[in-house]
């Protein structure tokens, strides 16, 4: 199974409101019109095209539209893929109870789907060569030590324990680690790293997020907050 990047840029090009003009932003700040984001949606194909040495494929996601004056806002961000998009099995799966399962984590405790429930949940699935993966790690830590008594924190790879264990010892991501499970994974037909999982209390699929939204700062792609993660988990009914 192929496995996909997802990379989420948010666009930071300013261009000048017009009456009835049409714009994307991804803050509601600054904004780009329409030509400018069609430039900015053909550099990170070609970037991404040439760090993968193939042919990637840039999705424009549309989170809301807003009219402000005489202006119509489009808040978006970027999926790059290596295949052309496709609703996939867990976007079908939206408002349904997560798949059930029965694993241990890396420290030999049981963890089931039904032991989470009770509690909003965010699932993060990852491997450890994911480079948008390792980069919102540190956000996702500080989201988990925030909420760490209103929620369940829990990430799942295909890798084994040895791999993961080897990453860990080098990079700290604190969620509790289920690994080896690469069966599930493709029963879900995850292709797509970093996947965050967002489940409400009785364990139904409120949202799903790729990685964190990057943005450029000094000519570089970073993630600055978890902020649009946080805006998720204060829908979650949490206690």
């Known amino acids: 199974m192929k496995r996909i990047l997802v990379f989420t840029a948010l666009l930071t090009v300013s261009s000048l409101l017009k009456a009835q003009t049409v714009v994307y932003t991804s803050n509601g700040n600054e904004m780009m019109s329409e030509l400018s984001f069609k430039k900015e949606r053909d550099i990170i ?3 991404f095209s040439k760090i993968f040495n193939k042919e990637m494929f840039v999705g424009t996601k549309i989170k809301k539209t807003e009219r402000r004056n005489d202006s119509i806002i489009h808040f978006i961000s970027f999926d790059v893929k290596d295949k052309k998009s496709k609703k996939s099995k867990m976007e079908s799966l939206l408002g349904k109870e997560f798949s059930n399962f029965k694993f241990k984590d890396i420290t030999g405790k049981e963890i089931s789907l039904e032991s989470l429930k009770g509690k909003p949940t965010l699932i993060n699935f990852w491997f450890t060569k994911c480079p948008p993966c390792i980069d919102e790690m540190p956000h996702l830590n500080k989201l988990k030590k925030k909420y760490n008594n209103s929620m369940n924190f829990i990430s799942m790879t295909y890798e084994n324990k040895d791999a993961v264990n080897k990453f860990l010892s080098k990079k700290e991501f604190n969620f509790k680690h289920i690994v080896d499970v690469k069966e599930f994974t493709d029963k879900l037909e995850i292709e797509s790293f970093p996947l965050n999982v967002f489940l409400d209390e009785n364990l139904k699929i409120k949202v799903l997020e790729s ?18 993660f946080e805006d998720i988990i204060k829908t979650l009914n949490i206690k």
């Open 211 to 228: 990685g964190l939204p990057y943005q450029r700062v000094n000519g570089k792609m970073v993630i600055k907050s978890a902020d649009s």
């Open 45 to 47: 194909k070609k970037k």
